[in-house]
C-alpha cells in the first residue's frame, strides 16, 4: 500500500539506494529534508519510509481536498463515524513468522540519548468486549522480542490495567505502516466506546467511496492496508522506558512503563517500514492535525463565525495555535481565546485574528499582531493552569497560557483594513 501511495509522490520523494545505518544516520537524512518524502532501499536489507505526510498540502492531495477543507474533512469523520468492512484476506498474511528479533528490524534510534531503537508510528489495536481501540504508542526496544511502551492514561491504558491489577495480560496487536486515513483516525480522542476504524472508515469512504476493509488476526479486527502486523502482549510487568525525544525536540524523562511481548509477526510482500521521525513535521501533522477540529467546535460555541484553526509548526503542532473569526462583538476575540484553551488543554498560546488574515501565512499572522493588538488591553494571561507535559518550560505540568486578540475593533474597522486596488 504504501509504495502505490509513493508513486502518487515520486517527483517530491528523495530515493537513498545507498546502504543506512538506523542508528542516527535515518534521522540525518530526516532531518536534512523535514518536508520532503524520504525512501531508504537499504536499511539493514529493509525498507524504509520518512516524511511522507509532513505536509497539510500533500495529505490534502492524496485525500482529495483542498487544504482549506481538511479540518472540516476530519471533524466530518469524528461526527459520523462509519461501519467498517470485514473480509478473509490481507496481504500480509503472505508472509508470517515467529522466527523474528525486533534488534534485526529496520526500527530506528533516532537521537544519542533516547533509551535504544524506539517504534514511533506502532499503532496498537486492543478490544474490550465489541469495543475496539486503536492509538499510537511510542516503544522501546528491550531484546530480541520485547519492548516497553509509554501507556499515556486513557483508553488502552485503562484497558491493560484493568488486566493488570488481574495480574493478566493485554492481547494487542500493533501495525505499522498505514495510508493516513489510518494514521489521522488512530491519533483522534473520541470517546470510550467509539471506535477509531469506524474514523478511519468514515475517511476512507468519503475520499475513495469504499468503507474500511479489516481482516481478524486471531480474534482483533487489523485494517489490510498495513505493511507490518504484529500478534503482541502487554505485561503487567513494568521496567523503564526513555529517554526519548517527543514532539518539542527536546528529550521527554525516563518513566516506568509496561512491557509489551512481540509473539508474531507479518509482513506484505517487499514491505516498507515508517519511521514516524520524533520531533518532524510528519510527526507535527499526525498528532496535531486531529486537535483542530476539537479547538474548532469549543470557539464556535461562543462565536458563531469560525473560518480556520491551525495549530503553527513553530508551537509543535501542539502548543501554539491561531484561529480565524467574524467578531459580531467586542469581546469575541478574548472568548474566542478562551474556549480555544479549553478545546485542546495542552496548547499554551493562541492568536485570534479576523477572517482577511491568512493563518498558514506566518508573516500574515505576524502583521495583524503589529497592527492589530495592544498589550494593554488585548493579551489575556492565564497563570498556573493545567497545560503539557511536553512543555521543558512548565512546571509539574503546570504552565501560564497567554492569548493575543489580535482582531479590529468593531467601531474602527475602516482605520485597520489594507489598502487594495
Known amino acids: 500500500m504504501l509504495r502505490e501511495i509513493l508513486t502518487q509522490f515520486q517527483d517530491e520523494t528523495i530515493v537513498i539506494d545507498k546502504p543506512i545505518n538506523k542508528k542516527f544516520e535515518i534521522t540525518k537524512y530526516l532531518l536534512q529534508h523535514k518536508d520532503q518524502p524520504i525512501l531508504f ?25 483542498k487544504r482549506s477543507e481538511l479540518l472540516h474533512f476530519m471533524m466530518k469523520a469524528m461526527d459520523t463515524p462509519r461501519p467498517y468492512k470485514e473480509v478473509s484476506e490481507a496481504e500480509f498474511f503472505k508472509n508470517s513468522t515467529k522466527d523474528f528479533s525486533l534488534k534485526d528490524l529496520p526500527v530506528p534510534h533516532y537521537f544519542p540519548k533516547d533509551g535504544g531503537q524506539y517504534f514511533t508510528s506502532a499503532i496498537y489495536i486492543a478490544k474490550d468486549g465489541d469495543f475496539v481501540n486503536l492509538s499510537y504508542h511510542r516503544t522501546m526496544v528491550r531484546d530480541e522480542k520485547t519492548a516497553t511502551v509509554r501507556l499515556v ?27 493516513i486515513h489510518i494514521l489521522l483516525a488512530a491519533a483522534t480522542s473520541p470517546q470510550y466506546g467509539v471506535s477509531e476504524l469506524n474514523i478511519a472508515s468514515a475517511m476512507r469512504e468519503m475520499a475513495f467511496g469504499k468503507p474500511l476493509e479489516v481482516v481478524e488476526v486471531k480474534g482483533i479486527p487489523v485494517p489490510v492496508e498495513s505493511e507490518f502486523v504484529f500478534e503482541a502482549k502487554i505485561l503487567p510487568e513494568l ?81 501554539h495555535a491561531v484561529v480565524s473569526i467574524t467578531k459580531q462583538h467586542d469581546g469575541d476575540g478574548k472568548n474566542a481565546i478562551l474556549a480555544a484553551f479549553s478545546g485542546h488543554p495542552s496548547l499554551k498560546h493562541v492568536v485570534v485574528v479576523d477572517e482577511d488574515i491568512d493563518i498558514y501565512d506566518d508573516r500574515d499572522i505576524e502583521w495583524a499582531i503589529a497592527t492589530r493588538f495592544q498589550a494593554d488591553r488585548d493579551l489575556v494571561v492565564i497563570p498556573n493552569a493545567r497545560g503539557s507535559s511536553l512543555d521543558p518550560s512548565g512546571e509539574r505540568g503546570f504552565t501560564a497560557k497567554w492569548g493575543i486578540d489580535a482582531t479590529k475593533p468593531l467601531d474602527r474597522k475602516e482605520e485597520f483594513e489594507r489598502a487594495k486596488i
Open 153 to 179: 492514561p486513557r483508553h488502552l491504558y485503562a484497558m491493560w490495567k484493568e488486566k493488570a491489577e488481574h495480574g493478566e495480560e493485554l492481547d494487542v496487536r500493533i501495525i505499522v505502516g498505514n495510508p
Open 239 to 319: 521496567d523503564k522506558e526513555g529517554p526519548f525525544v517527543d514532539i518539542t525536540g527536546t528529550y521527554d524523562i525516563v518513566r516506568e512503563q509496561p512491557v509489551v511481548v512481540f509473539e508474531k509477526m507479518y509482513h506484505v510482500e517487499k514491505p516498507i517500514f515508517h519511521a514516524l521521525f520524533s520531533s518532524g513535521y510528519e510527526h507535527y501533522m499526525l498528532m496535531g492535525l486531529p486537535k483542530e477540529p476539537q479547538i474548532y467546535k469549543t470557539v464556535k460555541q461562543v462565536v458563531p463565525k469560525v473560518h480556520g484553526v491551525r495549530l503553527t509548526e513553530g508551537g509543535a503542532m501542539w502548543l
Open 41 to 65: 532501499r537499504n536499511v539493514d536489507g529493509w525498507e524504509v519510509m520518512g516524511n511522507l505526510w509532513s505536509t497539510r498540502e500533500r495529505i490534502s492531495k492524496y485525500l482529495g481536498i
